[in-house]
C-alpha cells in the first residue's frame, strides 16, 4: 500500500520504471503539459503526474489512461527546464502500469501495444501484415473489415510497389535465434517480475 | 572682509554662446554690477589655453574668487578644477542659450538672463570662503564591532587584514552568534551541491590568533559619545571607555519566537521545532540518524513548513521575507538524507526562493537527493495523543491533505536586534503630533519587537540607536547605497540590516568594513561622508544670535547636532553631511558653510535687476535641489527644451537648505513666483539627506499664512517633488508659473 | 592617454558599471589610487539603462548623478573609457596588465556642443537602446553620458560624414587619425566588475522573439519607459507602434532552464513586479498585467512589493512556464499557450505585448579571456584564494540585484585595499 505523501510510491517509481528517478527533479513549471500536442486528451497530464506520484497516488496514476496519450513527439523533453527524459518516463510507467495489470483494459493504444509487442516477440521480428491486420481488427470483426476497406487503396498501391509481401500472412520470417531470444525475453521478465515483487503488498 | 577679496570673472564665448549673447556687455556688468576686479573673456574657455588663462591669474595673486560664466556646473569639471580658489559656476550654456530659442524677439530677455546669472555668479562668489578642513579631525585606527557572531567576526577579521584594529563586543561568553549554533551552513562554492561545515571554529581561531583584534565577552557598549575618528565607547562591565575610528554594528537578529504560532503546535509537542531547534537535532545526531524530540525514535519523515509567521498579514506575523529559509529547510532535509536516504522529508511551500546560482544549484542537488517539494498552504499543526499532523492544501493537486509526520519544522523568520526605535522615540516627544504617534506605536505593534535595549546607548540628541527603516531593521533605503547611514560613521553589517544568509552576510561584513575604515580616514583629514564625499566645508555656528529653539538639532537628519546643557546645538562636524539642513531649519540665521550660506544664496537671490512692475518682466526665482532637479533642468537645456527667460535658477545642496529667509526677501525684492524643487519625500523618500525634501515642504506649508498677511496669493510660492528624469516636466511647471503670474499680476512689492 | 601612472599600489577596477563605480569610488574614498577601465565610451554600464529601480521606483539616473558627482570631485580615480584588458601576467601585488583603447576620434576638448552630432548624417543602430532606435554617426551615447564627450563611429571613418563632422568642430576636439593605444599598467589589485549582459532571447525558440514583432524583452521595455528612449517613454508595439495595455510577462525567460541558463537570474521576478507599476502608471486601472511564474522570488523586503502586486486588481498572477507563442494573424496579438499548474487548467491567452523577463548572463567569457580565475559552470567568478590578488565584483560573481551588486563591489573594494596595503607595509 502507498501512504499518501510518503515516498513509497516515488521509490517504487525510480526502482521499476524506466528514467523514474527523475521524478523527483520536476519542479512543477508546467512547460511540459503545455507543449504536449494531445495535451487536451490527458487527465493528468505529466507534470500534474509527477506531483501524485510524489504524493502516493499510486492507484490514480498507474490506472490512469493519460500516459497513454504520448506520441513521443518529444516537445516536452526538448523544453523541460530540467532535463527530465519525460516521454521515456510517460512510456515507462505506461509499461509498468501494464506490468502490474493496472493499465486500462480498453485504451487504444495499450492495446495496439500489446499487439506490436506480441506480434515481435514470437519471432524476433515484426510480421507488418499480420500486425496491420490484428490492428484493424482489434475493436471487433465489423470495425476491421470496415477500416480494411478503407485501407483498400494503400493496400493494393504497396503490393503493387512489392513494399507488402502477400505470403507474410502464412508467418513469415523471424530472427536466427528465436528460442534464443525467448529465454532473454524469460530472463528480463523473471529479473522485472523480482524487481515489482518488492513493492507489493 | 570683502576688501581682503580678489574676484575675477571668466567668460567662455564658446558653444555659441558668443552668437547668442553680448558677451561684451556681460563682461562690462560683471565688473560694474558683479564688482569683479578683472572680466575675461575667452574664445573657449576649457580649453588648455582658456585653463591657462585663468591659472595664471590665479598663480599671479591676481584672484581669489572666480566666477566662471560657461556651461553648467556639471560639466567640464576636470578643466575647471582649480585650488585654493573660491569658485561660482555660470551657467550660461544649459541655462540660457539651450532653453531659449535663437529668434530675434527672444534676444533681450535671453540677454537680461544671461547678466542676471552673471550678477549672480558673483554674488555667490564674493560671499563665499574657501573651506579649509573642520578643526575637529581625529584620526584612530580603531574600529569599534558590536556583536561576535558571523557578521561580526568576519567585519573584524577583514578590518585587520587592511592593517587597522578592531575591538569586538560581545555580549554572551562566547563568540560566534547564531552561525555557531548551526550544524552546519549551505554550501558557497559551485556546484553548491552538499552542506559545508559552519566555519565558525576556524573564524574563531583567525580572531584569536590576530593580534590586531581585542576581544570582549560577556560585554555590552554602555554609552558611546563623540563621532567619527573620536568615539568614545563606555565597554561594560570593567573595561572602561575606549576611543574608535568608527563603529559597524552587527548585533544579529532574534529568531521569531514560534510560541506566537498556536497553529502550529509550536511549544504543546517538542515534535514542532523551528530552524535552530533543527540544527540543534542534527548537531546532537552529529551525522547520525536523527532523533524525534518526544521520544527519542529516529526521525522517518519529516515535513519542513516554510514562512511560518512570515509573509503574512496576520496580526503578531512578520510581513516581510527572511531570504534565506528556503536554502535552511533544503539543507535540514539534506540533512535527514545524508543520514538515511530512505526517510522522508518535503518541504511545503508556496513559493520557492532560492535565488542566483547557488539556489538553484541546491535546490536541483535538494531533489536530486530525494528531498520532495510540494507547492501549498499548511493550515494547521495538530498535535494529538503524540500524534503530529500537518494539515495542508496541495496547491498543486488541488486538494486538502492531513499528514502525519515524525517531526515539523516550522521556518520561521528573523527578527533584527536594531535596538531602540528612535523616531518613535522623536515622534512621542513632539507633543503637536501626538495622535499621530499613538497611531505609529500602534501600527509597529504588529511587528513583534525585540526587547528593546539599547545596542549602542549613542549619546546623541536623537536617540540612542541607528534608526530603523522597515520592519525594524536599520536598513539603508537607498538601492545604490546599501551602506548609507544615518548616523556618519556607524555601519550596520548582517541580519540587523536586512534579513540575510551567511553568504551575503560575508558580504556585507567586508563591506561595512570597508566603510568603516573610509569614515576614520575621511575624519582624519576633516572630509565628508557621502554623499558629498570629499566635501570640507562644515556647519559654523554663531552662538550669539542662537535663539536655544532646537530646530536643528531635532531636523538634522543625520543626528549630527547634540545640545548642550543649555540647550545650544553642538555641532558634531566629522557626523556632520554637509547638506545643510540645519542652515535651512534655522529661525535666525546663526548657521551657515564657508563655501555656502544664507548670504551665498540670499545675494545671489538679491543682486538680479529687478524690472519695475510696469515692464511686464516677471521673475521667477526656482531653488532647485542640485542632485536631482538641477541635472533635469540641465537635460532640458541639453534637449533644447525651452522654457520662459524670466526664471533665475539657483542650484541648493538640499531643499532642506532653502532658508525660508531666501523665499521673504525674493518677493520683497520683488519675485513674482518662487518655484522650489526637491526631491521625492514620504515613505519612499528620493531625497540622498532623507529628510530634507520632507522639512523643504512641511516648512513651506506654513509660508502660505505668511503670504496671506501680506496680501500675496499663495500660488506665488510652489514646492515640487522632482525626479533627475523630469527634463519634460521642468520647463513645463516653469512655464506653467509664468502663465500663473501672467493671470495674477505682478508682486505689488516691487520698487 | 599614455599618462597614465600606476604601481602596485593601484587599484585596477574593470568595468565601469554601477559595480565598478562603486568599488572605484569606495576604495578611492579611502585614499587608494584607482584606474577604472570601461569598454564602452561612457560610464553607467547596465544601470544606466534602466527606467527605475525596484522596489522603491526610484531613477537610476539620480545615484549616477551622485556617483559621478563623487568621480568629478575625487582626484584619486583615473578613468579610461573604450578600454579592454588583453593580458595579466604577474601576481598578487605585482600584476602587469596589457589594455587597448579603441579611438573615440574626439578629444578632451570636446565640449559636447552637438555640432558634429547635428552635421552628421549616417545613422546607425543605438546600443543603448538595445537597437530600437538610431543614432548618429557622431553621438553622445545618452544624455547623462561621462565622459561628456560625443563619439565618432569607428564605421563612419573614412567617409565624407566623418570629415563634415570634423570641419563643423569648432573646438578641435575631432581627430579622425586616431589609432588603437595599447597601454601596460603596473597595479597591486585588480577588482572584476564585468557585470552582464541579457540572454539572447533569440535562442528561447518557442517564444518566437526572433519572428514575433510583439514579443519583446524587459530591458527593452527598460528602454520604451524612458522619456528619451525610443518610443518617448510610452509601451508601444513593434508590429503596430500601437500602445500595449494588455502585456503578459513570461518569468525565467532564460534562467532555471538548463537549456539556456541553468542559474536563476534573482532579478526577474521583482524588476517584473516593478513592470506592472510602469502599466499602472501609463494606463491606471485600464492596464493589465499577467505574469507567467514558477515561483515568485521577492526575498526580504522585496516581499512588500509582491503584496502590493497582488493587490492590484489589474495584476493577476499564473503558476505556468509559457510552452510557447504564436501570433493571431490579424491583431498580430502574440497567443500564449500552456498550462496553469495550480489545479490544472490549460490556456490559450491573447495579449496584446508580451515581455519575457530575460535572465542574466555574465558579459565576460573568463576563460576565453585567459585570466587565471576561478569560474564556476555558471560563467561566475567565486572567491578563492588561488585568485591572488583579484577579486569579482556585482553581477560578475553572481546573479544579482543592485543593492546586492553594490554590496558586493563594497566588499571587494576592501580586498582590493588589503592587498595594496600589504604592499605598502612591504615596501615600507
Same mark, same amino acid.
Given at each position: 500500500?502507498?501512504?499518501?505523501?510518503?515516498?513509497?510510491?516515488?521509490?517504487?517509481?525510480?526502482?521499476?520504471?524506466?528514467?523514474?528517478?527523475?521524478?523527483?527533479?520536476?519542479?512543477?513549471?508546467?512547460?511540459?503539459?503545455?507543449?504536449?500536442?494531445?495535451?487536451?486528451?490527458?487527465?493528468?497530464?505529466?507534470?500534474?503526474?509527477?506531483?501524485?506520484?510524489?504524493?502516493?497516488?499510486?492507484?490514480?496514476?498507474?490506472?490512469?489512461?493519460?500516459?497513454?496519450?504520448?506520441?513521443?513527439?518529444?516537445?516536452?523533453?526538448?523544453?523541460?527546464?530540467?532535463?527530465?527524459?519525460?516521454?521515456?518516463?510517460?512510456?515507462?510507467?505506461?509499461?509498468?502500469?501494464?506490468?502490474?495489470?493496472?493499465?486500462?483494459?480498453?485504451?487504444?493504444?495499450?492495446?495496439?501495444?500489446?499487439?506490436?509487442?506480441?506480434?515481435?516477440?514470437?519471432?524476433?521480428?515484426?510480421?507488418?501484415?499480420?500486425?496491420?491486420?490484428?490492428?484493424?481488427?482489434?475493436?471487433?470483426?465489423?470495425?476491421?473489415?470496415?477500416?480494411?476497406?478503407?485501407m483498400q487503396k494503400v493496400g493494393l498501391g504497396m503490393l503493387l510497389s512489392k513494399r507488402l509481401n502477400p505470403f507474410e500472412i502464412l508467418g513469415g520470417h523471424g530472427c536466427k535465434d528465436s528460442k534464443g531470444l525467448q529465454a532473454i525475453l524469460k530472463k528480463a521478465r523473471e529479473i522485472e517480475d523480482a524487481k515489482i515483487a518488492k513493492f507489493q503488498g | 572682509m570683502a576688501d581682503k577679496k580678489k574676484l575675477g570673472a571668466y567668460i567662455c564665448k564658446g558653444c555659441g554662446i558668443s552668437e547668442r549673447l553680448d558677451i561684451d556687455e556681460l563682461a562690462k556688468i560683471a565688473k560694474s554690477d558683479g564688482k569683479v576686479a578683472i572680466a575675461k573673456q575667452h574664445d573657449f574657455l576649457c580649453n588648455s589655453d582658456g585653463v591657462k588663462m585663468i591659472q595664471a591669474d590665479i598663480d599671479a595673486g591676481e584672484v581669489s574668487h572666480i566666477v566662471?560664466?560657461?556651461?553648467?556646473?556639471?560639466?567640464?569639471?576636470?578643466?575647471?578644477?582649480?585650488?585654493?580658489?573660491?569658485?561660482?559656476?555660470?551657467?550660461?550654456?544649459?541655462?540660457?542659450?539651450?532653453?531659449?530659442?535663437?529668434?530675434?524677439?527672444?534676444?533681450?530677455?535671453?540677454?537680461?538672463?544671461?547678466?542676471?546669472?552673471?550678477?549672480?555668479?558673483?554674488?555667490?562668489?564674493?560671499?563665499?570662503?574657501?573651506?579649509?578642513?573642520?578643526?575637529?579631525?581625529?584620526?584612530?585606527?580603531?574600529?569599534?564591532?558590536?556583536?561576535?557572531?558571523?557578521?561580526?567576526?568576519?567585519?573584524?577579521?577583514?578590518?585587520?587584514?587592511?592593517?587597522?584594529?578592531?575591538?569586538?563586543?560581545?555580549?554572551?561568553?562566547?563568540?560566534?552568534?547564531?552561525?555557531?549554533?548551526?550544524?552546519?551552513?549551505?554550501?558557497?562554492?559551485?556546484?553548491?551541491?552538499?552542506?559545508? *561545515?559552519?566555519?565558525?571554529?576556524?573564524?574563531?581561531?583567525?580572531?584569536?590568533?590576530? *593580534?590586531?583584534?581585542?576581544?570582549?565577552?560577556?560585554?555590552?557598549?554602555?554609552?558611546?559619545?563623540?563621532?567619527?575618528?573620536?568615539?568614545?565607547?563606555?565597554?561594560?562591565?570593567?573595561?572602561?571607555?575606549?576611543?574608535?575610528?568608527?563603529?559597524?554594528?552587527?548585533?544579529?537578529?532574534?529568531?521569531?519566537?514560534?510560541?506566537?504560532?498556536?497553529?502550529?503546535?509550536?511549544?504543546?509537542?517538542?515534535?514542532?521545532?523551528?530552524?535552530?531547534?533543527?540544527?540543534?537535532?542534527?548537531?546532537?545526531?552529529?551525522?547520525?540518524?536523527?532523533?524525534?524530540?518526544?521520544?527519542?525514535?529516529?526521525?522517518?519523515?519529516?515535513?519542513?513548513?516554510?514562512?511560518?509567521?512570515?509573509?503574512?498579514?496576520?496580526?503578531?506575523?512578520?510581513?516581510?521575507?527572511?531570504?534565506?529559509?528556503?536554502?535552511?529547510?533544503?539543507?535540514?532535509?539534506?540533512?535527514?538524507?545524508?543520514?538515511?536516504?530512505?526517510?522522508?522529508?518535503?518541504?511545503?511551500?508556496?513559493?520557492?526562493?532560492?535565488?542566483?546560482? =547557488?539556489?538553484?544549484?541546491?535546490?536541483?542537488?535538494?531533489? *536530486?537527493?530525494?528531498?520532495?517539494?510540494? +507547492?501549498?498552504?499548511?493550515?494547521?499543526?495538530?498535535?494529538?495523543?503524540?500524534?503530529?499532523?500537518?494539515?495542508?492544501?496541495?496547491?498543486?493537486?488541488?486538494?486538502?491533505?492531513?499528514?502525519?509526520?515524525?517531526?515539523?519544522?516550522?521556518?520561521?523568520?528573523?527578527?533584527?536586534?536594531?535596538?531602540? *526605535? %528612535?523616531?518613535?522615540?522623536?515622534?512621542?516627544?513632539?507633543?503637536?503630533?501626538?495622535?499621530?504617534?499613538?497611531?505609529?506605536?500602534?501600527?509597529?505593534?504588529?511587528?513583534?519587537?525585540?526587547?528593546?535595549?539599547?545596542?549602542?546607548?549613542?549619546?546623541?540628541?536623537?536617540?540612542?540607536?541607528?534608526?530603523?527603516?522597515?520592519?525594524?531593521?536599520?536598513? %539603508?533605503?537607498?538601492?545604490?547605497?546599501?551602506?548609507?547611514?544615518?548616523?556618519?560613521?556607524?555601519?550596520?553589517?548582517?541580519?540587523?540590516?536586512?534579513?540575510?544568509?551567511?553568504?551575503?552576510?560575508?558580504?556585507?561584513?567586508?563591506?561595512?568594513?570597508?566603510?568603516?575604515?573610509?569614515?576614520?580616514?575621511?575624519?582624519?583629514?576633516?572630509?565628508? =561622508?557621502?554623499?558629498?564625499?570629499?566635501?570640507? %566645508?562644515?556647519?559654523? /555656528?554663531?552662538?550669539?544670535?542662537?535663539?536655544?529653539?532646537?530646530?536643528?538639532?531635532?531636523?538634522?537628519?543625520?543626528?549630527?547636532?547634540?545640545?548642550?546643557? +543649555?540647550?545650544?546645538?553642538?555641532?558634531?562636524?566629522?557626523?556632520?553631511?554637509?547638506?545643510?539642513?540645519?542652515?535651512?531649519?534655522?529661525?535666525?540665521?546663526?548657521?551657515? /558653510?564657508?563655501?555656502?550660506?544664507?548670504?551665498?544664496?540670499?545675494?545671489?537671490?538679491?543682486?538680479?535687476?529687478?524690472?519695475?512692475?510696469?515692464?511686464?518682466?516677471?521673475?521667477?526665482?526656482?531653488?532647485?535641489?542640485?542632485?536631482?532637479?538641477?541635472?533635469?533642468?540641465?537635460?532640458?537645456?541639453?534637449?533644447?527644451?525651452?522654457?520662459?527667460?524670466?526664471?533665475?535658477?539657483?542650484?541648493?545642496?538640499?531643499?532642506?537648505?532653502?532658508?525660508?529667509?531666501?523665499?521673504?526677501?525674493?518677493?520683497?525684492?520683488?519675485?513674482?513666483?518662487?518655484?522650489?524643487?526637491?526631491?521625492?519625500?514620504?515613505?519612499?523618500?528620493?531625497?540622498?539627506?532623507?529628510?530634507?525634501?520632507?522639512?523643504?515642504?512641511?516648512?513651506? %506649508? +506654513?509660508?502660505?499664512?505668511?503670504?496671506?498677511?501680506?496680501?500675496?496669493?499663495?500660488?506665488?510660492?510652489?514646492?515640487?517633488?522632482? =525626479?533627475?528624469?523630469?527634463?519634460?516636466?521642468?520647463?513645463?511647471?516653469?512655464?506653467?508659473?509664468?502663465?500663473?503670474?501672467?493671470?495674477?499680476?505682478?508682486?505689488?512689492?516691487?520698487? | 592617454?599614455?599618462?597614465?601612472?600606476?604601481?602596485?599600489?593601484?587599484?585596477?577596477?574593470?568595468?565601469?558599471?554601477?559595480?565598478?563605480?562603486?568599488?572605484?569610488?569606495?576604495?578611492?574614498?579611502?585614499?587608494?589610487?584607482?584606474?577604472?577601465?570601461?569598454?564602452?565610451?561612457?560610464?553607467?554600464?547596465?544601470?544606466?539603462?534602466?527606467?527605475?529601480?525596484?522596489?522603491?521606483?526610484?531613477?537610476?539616473?539620480?545615484?549616477?548623478?551622485?556617483?559621478?558627482?563623487?568621480?568629478?570631485?575625487?582626484?584619486?580615480?583615473?578613468?579610461?573609457?573604450?578600454?579592454?584588458?588583453?593580458? $595579466?601576467?604577474?601576481?598578487?601585488?605585482?600584476?602587469?596588465?596589457?589594455?587597448?583603447?579603441?579611438?573615440?576620434?574626439?578629444?578632451?576638448?570636446?565640449?559636447?556642443?552637438?555640432?558634429?552630432?547635428?552635421?552628421?548624417?549616417?545613422?546607425?543602430?543605438?546600443?543603448?537602446?538595445?537597437?530600437?532606435?538610431?543614432?548618429?554617426?557622431?553621438?553622445?551615447?545618452?544624455?547623462?553620458?561621462?565622459?561628456?564627450?560625443?563619439?565618432?563611429?569607428?564605421?563612419? $571613418?573614412?567617409?565624407?560624414?566623418?570629415?563634415?563632422?570634423?570641419?563643423?568642430?569648432?573646438?578641435?576636439?575631432?581627430?579622425?587619425?586616431?589609432?588603437?593605444?595599447?597601454?601596460?599598467?603596473?597595479?597591486?589589485?585588480?577588482?572584476?566588475?564585468?557585470?552582464?549582459?541579457?540572454?539572447?532571447?533569440?535562442?528561447?525558440?518557442?517564444?518566437?522573439?526572433?519572428?514575433?514583432?510583439?514579443?519583446?524583452?524587459?530591458?527593452?521595455?527598460?528602454?520604451?519607459?524612458?522619456?528619451?528612449?525610443?518610443?518617448?517613454?510610452?509601451?508601444?508595439?513593434?508590429?503596430?507602434?500601437?500602445?500595449?495595455?494588455?502585456?503578459?510577462?513570461?518569468?525565467?525567460?532564460?534562467?532555471?532552464?538548463?537549456?539556456?541558463?541553468?542559474?536563476?537570474?534573482?532579478?526577474?521576478?521583482?524588476?517584473?513586479?516593478?513592470?506592472?507599476?510602469?502599466?499602472?502608471?501609463?494606463?491606471?486601472?485600464?492596464?493589465?498585467?499577467?505574469?507567467?511564474?514558477?515561483?515568485?522570488?521577492?526575498?526580504?523586503?522585496?516581499?512588500?512589493?509582491?503584496?502590493?502586486?497582488?493587490?492590484?486588481?489589474?495584476?493577476?498572477?499564473?503558476?505556468?512556464?509559457?510552452?510557447?507563442?504564436?501570433?493571431?494573424?490579424?491583431?498580430?496579438?502574440?497567443?500564449?499557450h500552456g498550462v496553469n499548474t495550480e489545479g490544472y487548467q490549460r490556456y490559450t491567452n491573447a495579449h496584446e505585448l508580451v515581455v519575457l523577463a530575460i535572465g542574466m548572463e555574465p558579459s565576460v567569457d573568463f576563460k576565453q579571456l585567459g585570466v587565471n580565475l576561478s569560474i564556476n559552470e555558471h560563467g561566475f567568478i567565486e572567491n578563492d584564494p588561488s585568485n591572488g590578488g583579484m577579486f569579482g565584483a556585482g553581477v560578475a560573481t553572481d546573479a544579482l540585484d543592485v543593492n546586492r551588486a553594490v554590496q558586493s563591489a563594497t566588499a571587494s573594494a576592501l580586498r582590493a585595499i588589503q592587498v595594496v596595503n600589504q604592499v605598502a607595509t612591504a615596501e615600507g
Open positions: 500500500m502507498s501512504e499518501q505523501y510518503r515516498n513509497n510510491f516515488l521509490r517504487e517509481v525510480e526502482a521499476n520504471v524506466e528514467e523514474g528517478e527523475w521524478v523527483k527533479r520536476c519542479m512543477q513549471c508546467g512547460v511540459c503539459s503545455g507543449s504536449c500536442p494531445l495535451g487536451p486528451h490527458w487527465e493528468h497530464p505529466p507534470q500534474e503526474l509527477f506531483m501524485m506520484i510524489r504524493a502516493g497516488k499510486r492507484d490514480e496514476v498507474l490506472k490512469s489512461s493519460s500516459m497513454w496519450m504520448c506520441t513521443s513527439c518529444y516537445n516536452c523533453i526538448a523544453r523541460c527546464p530540467r532535463e527530465l527524459p519525460i516521454t521515456h518516463i510517460m512510456h515507462g510507467l505506461a509499461h509498468y502500469a501494464e506490468r502490474l495489470g493496472l493499465a486500462p483494459k480498453n485504451q487504444q493504444t495499450n492495446k495496439f501495444a500489446q499487439r506490436f509487442w506480441n506480434n515481435l516477440s514470437k519471432t524476433g521480428r515484426v510480421n507488418e501484415l499480420k500486425l496491420t491486420l490484428s490492428f484493424y481488427f482489434m475493436n471487433g470483426f465489423m470495425a476491421g473489415v470496415k477500416m480494411s476497406l478503407n | 566662471i560664466a560657461a556651461c553648467s556646473r556639471r560639466a567640464k569639471t576636470d578643466a575647471f578644477r582649480f585650488d585654493n580658489v573660491a569658485i561660482a559656476r555660470t551657467n550660461l550654456r544649459e541655462g540660457v542659450i539651450w532653453v531659449r530659442p535663437d529668434t530675434e524677439d527672444a534676444k533681450e530677455t535671453t540677454q537680461e538672463m544671461a547678466e542676471d546669472y552673471i550678477r549672480m555668479g558673483c554674488a555667490e562668489v564674493k560671499f563665499m570662503t574657501l573651506p579649509s578642513a573642520s578643526g575637529e579631525q581625529g584620526r584612530v585606527d580603531h574600529v569599534l564591532v558590536v556583536g561576535g557572531g558571523f557578521t561580526g567576526l568576519t567585519a573584524a577579521l577583514e578590518i585587520a587584514k587592511a592593517g587597522y584594529l578592531a575591538t569586538i563586543v560581545e555580549k554572551t561568553g562566547a563568540l560566534g552568534g547564531t552561525a555557531a549554533q548551526l550544524y552546519k551552513r549551505t554550501p558557497v562554492r559551485s556546484p553548491f551541491a552538499d552542506p559545508q *561545515d559552519n566555519g565558525i571554529a576556524d573564524l574563531i581561531q583567525q580572531i584569536e590568533s590576530n *593580534d590586531k583584534i581585542t576581544v570582549h565577552l560577556n560585554a555590552t557598549v554602555s554609552k558611546t559619545e563623540g563621532a567619527p575618528g573620536r568615539f568614545n565607547a563606555d565597554i561594560s562591565p570593567d573595561i572602561g571607555t575606549k576611543t574608535f575610528g568608527s563603529i559597524i554594528q552587527a548585533s544579529g537578529f532574534t529568531p521569531y519566537d514560534a510560541t506566537q504560532l498556536p497553529e502550529f503546535s509550536y511549544g504543546k509537542t517538542p515534535d514542532v521545532v523551528d530552524q535552530l531547534g533543527l540544527e540543534a537535532l542534527a548537531k546532537e545526531a552529529n551525522g547520525g540518524a536523527i532523533k524525534r524530540p518526544s521520544d527519542g525514535k529516529e526521525v522517518k519523515n519529516v515535513v519542513f513548513v516554510q514562512c511560518a509567521g512570515q509573509r503574512s498579514e496576520k496580526e503578531g506575523h512578520l510581513s516581510y521575507c527572511s531570504g534565506h529559509c528556503c536554502m535552511t529547510s533544503v539543507k535540514q532535509a539534506m540533512y535527514f538524507k545524508d543520514a538515511n536516504p530512505t526517510v522522508d522529508a518535503m518541504v511545503i511551500y508556496t513559493e520557492l526562493r532560492m535565488p542566483g546560482a =547557488a539556489g538553484e544549484d541546491f535546490y536541483r542537488n535538494g531533489q *536530486d537527493k530525494g528531498v520532495t517539494f510540494t +507547492k501549498g498552504i499548511v493550515s494547521e499543526v495538530v498535535s494529538e495523543a503524540g500524534k503530529v499532523s500537518v494539515k495542508f492544501k496541495d496547491l498543486i493537486l488541488n486538494e486538502e491533505v492531513d499528514l502525519e509526520s515524525d517531526l515539523v519544522v516550522l521556518a520561521t523568520g528573523m527578527v533584527a536586534n536594531s535596538g531602540i *526605535d %528612535s523616531e518613535i522615540l522623536l515622534t512621542e516627544e513632539d507633543e503637536k503630533t501626538e495622535e499621530k504617534a499613538e497611531e505609529k506605536t500602534e501600527e509597529k505593534t504588529i511587528i513583534p519587537i525585540v526587547p528593546a535595549e539599547s545596542i549602542l546607548n549613542l549619546e546623541y540628541r536623537q536617540g540612542p540607536d541607528l534608526p530603523q527603516l522597515v520592519n525594524g531593521f536599520t536598513d %539603508s533605503h537607498f538601492i545604490c547605497f546599501p551602506y548609507e547611514t544615518r548616523r556618519t560613521g556607524i555601519y550596520a553589517a548582517g541580519p540587523v540590516r536586512r534579513p540575510m544568509d551567511m553568504a551575503q552576510a560575508t558580504e556585507d561584513a567586508t563591506g561595512a568594513a570597508l566603510k568603516a575604515i573610509q569614515a576614520l580616514e575621511n575624519a582624519g583629514i576633516g572630509r565628508a =561622508a557621502h554623499p558629498r564625499s570629499g566635501d570640507l %566645508s562644515f556647519p559654523i /555656528f554663531r552662538k550669539e544670535g542662537c535663539t536655544q529653539c532646537k530646530r536643528c538639532t531635532v531636523e538634522c537628519p543625520f543626528g549630527a547636532i547634540n545640545e548642550d546643557e +543649555k540647550g545650544y546645538p553642538q555641532f558634531n562636524e566629522a557626523r556632520c553631511r554637509r547638506c545643510g539642513t540645519c542652515m535651512g531649519a534655522c529661525p535666525v540665521r546663526v548657521i551657515s /558653510f564657508e563655501n555656502y550660506s544664507v548670504e551665498t544664496v540670499g545675494q545671489a537671490i538679491k543682486s538680479v535687476d529687478m524690472p519695475d512692475e510696469f515692464d511686464e518682466k516677471p521673475r521667477l526665482l526656482v531653488l532647485a535641489c542640485e542632485n536631482d532637479a538641477y541635472p533635469a533642468l540641465d537635460m532640458a537645456g541639453m534637449t533644447r527644451r525651452e522654457y520662459s527667460a524670466f526664471v533665475r535658477i539657483i542650484p541648493v545642496r538640499c531643499l532642506g537648505s532653502v532658508n525660508t529667509i531666501w523665499i521673504s526677501d525674493a518677493l520683497n525684492s520683488g519675485y513674482d513666483g518662487i518655484i522650489l524643487m526637491g526631491c521625492q519625500k514620504g515613505d519612499d523618500y528620493q531625497c540622498h539627506f532623507v529628510k530634507g525634501s520632507e522639512m523643504a515642504h512641511y516648512r513651506m %506649508s +506654513k509660508i502660505g499664512d505668511t503670504l496671506q498677511q501680506l496680501q500675496l496669493e499663495t500660488e506665488r510660492v510652489q514646492t515640487y517633488e522632482i =525626479a533627475i528624469t523630469d527634463m519634460e516636466r521642468v520647463p513645463k511647471i516653469i512655464n506653467d508659473m509664468a502663465a500663473t503670474i501672467e493671470k495674477i499680476g505682478m508682486n505689488p512689492f516691487k520698487f | 592617454m599614455t599618462d597614465v601612472v600606476a604601481t602596485n599600489q593601484t587599484i585596477l577596477v574593470v568595468g565601469g558599471g554601477i559595480s565598478g563605480m562603486t568599488a572605484a569610488l569606495e576604495a578611492a574614498e579611502c585614499g587608494k589610487d584607482v584606474i577604472l577601465i570601461e569598454k564602452k565610451p561612457s560610464l553607467g554600464g547596465r544601470v544606466a539603462q534602466l527606467y527605475k529601480y525596484f522596489p522603491k521606483m526610484c531613477h537610476p539616473t539620480c545615484g549616477m548623478e551622485i556617483n559621478l558627482r563623487r568621480i568629478k570631485a575625487n582626484q584619486k580615480i583615473r578613468i579610461l573609457t573604450m578600454a579592454e584588458v588583453t593580458e $595579466i601576467t604577474g601576481d598578487s601585488g605585482n600584476y602587469s596588465v596589457n589594455l587597448t583603447i579603441s579611438p573615440r576620434y574626439v578629444t578632451e576638448n570636446c565640449t559636447s556642443c552637438a555640432a558634429c552630432g547635428d552635421a552628421v548624417e549616417t545613422e546607425f543602430d543605438d546600443e543603448h537602446n538595445y537597437g530600437l532606435k538610431k543614432r548618429k554617426g557622431a553621438y553622445l551615447p545618452f544624455l547623462m553620458a561621462y565622459p561628456q564627450q560625443y563619439v565618432i563611429d569607428p564605421r563612419l $571613418i573614412g567617409t565624407a560624414d566623418a570629415d563634415k563632422a570634423k570641419s563643423v568642430c569648432k573646438y578641435d576636439a575631432i581627430n579622425l587619425e586616431m589609432q588603437e593605444e595599447t597601454l601596460t599598467l603596473n597595479v597591486g589589485a585588480i577588482i572584476w566588475a564585468t557585470g552582464w549582459k541579457p540572454f539572447d532571447a533569440n535562442k528561447i525558440q518557442a517564444y518566437g522573439y526572433d519572428r514575433i514583432p510583439n514579443v519583446i524583452t524587459s530591458v527593452e521595455l527598460e528602454r520604451m519607459m524612458d522619456p528619451t528612449g525610443p518610443t518617448g517613454g510610452k509601451i508601444l508595439r513593434p508590429s503596430d507602434g500601437k500602445e500595449a495595455k494588455d502585456i503578459a510577462f513570461i518569468q525565467c525567460a532564460g534562467s532555471r532552464d538548463r537549456n539556456y541558463l541553468k542559474h536563476c537570474s534573482r532579478i526577474c521576478c521583482t524588476a517584473t513586479l516593478k513592470h506592472t507599476t510602469y502599466v499602472r502608471e501609463q494606463y491606471g486601472d485600464e492596464g493589465k498585467s499577467t505574469i507567467y511564474y514558477i515561483d515568485i522570488r521577492a526575498i526580504d523586503r522585496f516581499e512588500d512589493l509582491y503584496h502590493k502586486t497582488k493587490a492590484d486588481k489589474t495584476v493577476s498572477f499564473l503558476k505556468s512556464k509559457v510552452a510557447n507563442i504564436t501570433q493571431d494573424k490579424t491583431t498580430a496579438n502574440p497567443i500564449l
